[in-house]
């Protein structure tokens, strides 16, 4: 993969996480949408982060990715128009 078809790939699935984070919002406003929000929160340290207090300092460590429906929908959106767009490059 050359340089440009990565950064149009990035580009795309970035763009694909904030569509579906637009949408989620939208889509939980209106009633017969709202089953498209459903969703789990995968991740380690959530909703508490783990904590290591040694004293004169704590580090705390956490992960988490909120995946709903539509998220994972308009990622999809967004890797099948990368397969469409990465032909000419």
Do not use: R
């Not at 790939?9 to 889509?27: D, K, N, Q, R």
Request: aromatic share 10%; with cysteine.
């Amino acid at each position: 993969m050359n340089f440009k078809k990565t950064l149009v790939f990035i580009l795309l699935l970035l763009g694909g996480v904030v569509l579906g984070a637009l949408l989620t919002t939208v889509c939980a406003a209106v009633p017969w949408l709202s089953f498209l929000t459903a969703g789990q929160t995968i991740g380690v340290g959530s909703p508490n982060p783990i904590t290591i207090d040694i004293g004169i300092a704590a580090v705390s460590f956490g992960f988490s990715i909120d995946v709903n429906i539509i998220k994972i929908l308009s990622i999809l959106l967004c890797l099948w128009l990368y397969k469409i767009f990465s032909k000419g490059l």
